[in-house]
């Protein structure tokens, strides 16, 4: 996984002896014949390709498996991805001559360009300054991201720590309130990536009336290094990088966001903002963050620069940032199914239909259970007139286990949100989420940004929604009694492991056991993939078992 990962960030043909040094680099010692000896194996299994004497390339087959591969290794590799990217900025604002970090985006569409380099002189973005190329026959642009900052005060001594990145919400310019987050660590997913949607952001609403939802991100930094960094901010505007929103006071929450004692909080906006202009006027466009360095001097300028039209953030915050976390403890201890009665409150989904397709996804929630109802948790729904056009259907959360065992005396606690590639008899997770940092369930995500296959999991060959939950191991054999007897009840799990296990590839942490259920959310993905529009919402409340009907 490390030499793809060399062949990728490089996007070039290396040969064993810089393979070799750069595996050194990364704490791998490997000499040339060893590296040969994998690059062979990789060769076999179409991964790369020699090129003659030069050496090997990474090929696209390589590419989608450094993607899926090893998904434990890749939650903790997204954060120290841009840890690596950080220290590798050369930006001297005095000359405006050095690398910085960009994010690198295909395009598929003409005419994106035009909407991209417009909405450059709306100045919401981290700088007016890009790069578009032609490779494969396939278009990329590239954008300054907003880690750079982060580069660039890690390079005049001030510790940055990036901790999440969301939505923003904007009102008359005025920046109000991030509305939702995850955070940058345990996470497979890059934040802004998760929120990067035609449906999630509104960016042009912005430009044109200052009220919407951008992207943005959040880092903290020593109070003792506030001035410095103000100035550095203001060094950085002369040369065309702006996107800064605000920038707190010592140990004073921002924008919602609690910030420790002693720290101060920064938002910036999402480097992604123009790419998302493209996608909200129906582009399609593959964005990856912080993927690549740029000369910043040699990047084109769309216009010159233009100051960011956010005004101060004076408004007090609607609300403090929610995590999903203190919610799902709260829910997990008003549990109280019986495994005895088979009666008591669970935990509940609650999404919303249009009332002329209630049969319909109702059909679908049959059908899924029926043919697969391990993919589904138990066998009941219940309808909610909401008294308009849309119906409410509530469905099982897997999170009602935990909930249950958290009844038993059993700490369970879920750990990672995922999407689960089904093929044939091998599963493993390609997506892991922590809930840690999390404002908002990332099945959720998942689904809004179509990244499930519900039905082709069906076949063997799918995407399906599913998460990672852990327990100490000492009540290991009490865990499995109260399982086998909620499969009598559909309460099934997909897997149960051993301590310090990995479960399908998600890694279970020490003197713990690890076991993985399917996300209560399938049936409304499979009706999403089915054509009926679906208002999707996750881990919404307690409601009795024996209010919901049987299938």
């Known amino acids: 996984m490390e030499i793809l990962r060399i062949l990728y960030n490089k996007n070039d043909t290396l040969g064993a002896k810089v393979i070799s040094e750069e595996l050194n680099k990364r704490g791998y010692s490997l000499g040339e014949r060893a590296v040969r000896y ?29 993607k899926k591969g090893l998904i434990y290794d890749q939650v903790d590799f997204t954060y120290s991805r841009f840890q690596e990217k950080m220290y590798n900025v050369s930006l001297d604002y005095e000359t405006a001559k050095g690398s910085v970090i960009v994010n690198l985006s295909s395009i598929n569409e003409v005419g994106s360009e035009e909407i991209i380099k417009e909405f450059f002189k709306e100045g919401l973005s981290v700088s007016s300054r890009y790069n578009f190329y032609e490779k494969n026959n396939v278009t990329y642009i590239e954008t300054v991201c907003g880690t750079t900052f982060d580069g660039v005060f890690q390079k005049n001594g001030i510790i940055s720590k990036p901790l999440y990145g969301g939505l923003l919400k904007v009102e008359d310019y005025i920046p109000i309130n991030f509305i939702e987050q995850i955070a940058y660590e345990k996470t497979s997913i890059t934040p802004l990536e998760a929120f990067s949607s035609h449906d999630s952001t509104s ?23 506030r001035q410095q960094a103000l100035k550095i901010i203001e060094n950085l505007s002369k040369i065309g990088i702006n996107g800064v929103i605000h920038v707190g006071e010592s140990g004073q929450s921002v924008l919602g966001i609690p910030v420790p004692d002693n720290m101060v909080g920064i938002v910036i906006i999402g480097g992604v903002a123009p790419l998302c202009a493209a996608q909200e006027s129906g582009y399609d466009l593959n964005i990856k963050l912080a993927d690549n360095f740029a000369e910043y001097s040699k990047m084109k300028l769309t216009t010159q620069n233009i100051s960011n039209p956010l005004k101060e953030c004076t408004k007090k915050p609607e609300k403090k940032v929610s995590f999903v976390l203190n919610k799902i403890y709260n829910l997990l201890s008003n549990v109280t199914f019986d495994i005895e009665t088979h009666s008591g409150d669970i935990i509940s989904n609650i999404s919303y239909v249009n009332k002329n397709q209630v049969d319909d996804a109702i059909d679908v929630l049959k059908e899924l259970f029926d043919r697969k109802p391990e993919y589904c948790i138990g066998n009941r729904y219940a309808l909610f007139d909401e008294g308009n056009d849309n119906v409410g259907i509530a469905t099982i959360c897997s999170l009602t286990i935990d909930g249950i065992l958290t009844k038993y005396g059993i700490s ?35 689904i809004k940004k179509n990244m499930h296959d519900v039905y082709g999991s069906i076949e063997n060959s799918g995407k399906l ?11 290991r054999e009490a865990t499995k009694d109260i399982l086998n007897s909620l499969n009598d009840y559909g309460f099934e799990i997909l897997g149960m492991g051993q301590t310090n296990e990995y479960m399908y590839n998600a890694k279970i942490e020490k003197y713990h056991f690890g076991y993985v259920v399917a996300g209560g959310l399938n049936p409304i993905a499979a009706m999403k993939e089915r054509g009926i529009p679906v208002d999707v919402k996750s881990i919404e409340k307690i409601i009795d078992y024996d209010s919901l009907e049987e299938l």
């Not at 994998?38 to 003659?52: A, P, S, V």
């Open 412 to 446: 369970s606690l879920p750990t990672y949100s995922g999407i689960l590639d089904i093929y044939e008899n091998n599963r493993r997770f390609i997506e892991l989420v922590s809930y840690k940092g999390s404002s908002v369930d990332p099945h959720e995500i998942f």
């Open 38 to 66: 994998h690059m062979h194996i990789l060769d076999e299994k179409g991964f790369t390709e020699k090129m003659g004497y030069k050496g090997r390339k990474i090929t696209d087959k390589g590419i989608e498996e450094l």
């Open 203 to 225: 960016v042009l609403n912005v430009a044109n009336d200052g009220t919407g939802v951008i992207p943005a991100n959040f880092r903290i930094i020593p109070a003792s290094k």
């Open 465 to 475: 929604l599913a998460s990672v939950h852990t327990i100490p191991y000492v009540s």
